[in-house]
Nanobody, 124 residues
Framework: QVQLVESGGGLVQAGGSLRLSCAAS????????GGWFRQAPGKEGEFVVA????????DYTDSVKGRFAISRDNAKNTVYLQMSNLRPEDSAVYYC?????????????????WGQGTQVTVSS
């Protein structure tokens, strides 16, 4: 019943920025861990970042630390991913995910709901 919809992807030059949004609808709730994963063409998916319900706990993969920032607005049932100083290797389909639990996790199998993805392409 819960649906996650990503938006904000697009084409950007290296060094540019994008902000992704993940909005929950349907049987909405605020007490969930929000996460972002990505999958580049021909490569396996990888964890990017996750945020706790309170927003006080985050977990970033090393390659995006200092460049990406996750945040959330529980009143709007939305999780955001601000991406700055983008690199070509960041190009991928980005998926948002939600875990009804409150433990921040980097493991995809621990997430209960998934969006359909939004394409991010960074040109060199």
């Amino acid at each position: 019943q819960v649906q996650l919809v990503e938006s904000g992807g697009g084409l950007v030059q290296a060094g540019g920025s994008l902000r992704l949004s993940c909005a929950a609808s349907g049987r909405t709730f605020s007490s969930y861990t929000g996460g972002w994963f990505r999958q580049a063409p021909g490569k396996e998916g990888e964890f990017v970042v996750a945020i706790s319900w309170s927003g006080r706990t985050t977990d970033y993969t090393d390659s995006v630390k200092g460049r990406f920032a996750i945040s959330r607005d529980n009143a709007k049932n939305t999780v955001y991913l601000q991406m700055s100083n983008l690199r070509p290797e960041d190009s991928a389909v980005y998926y948002c995910a939600a875990d009804v639990g409150t433990v921040v996790s980097s493991w995809a199998y621990q997430y209960d709901y998934w969006g359909q993805g939004t394409q991010v392409t960074v040109s060199s």
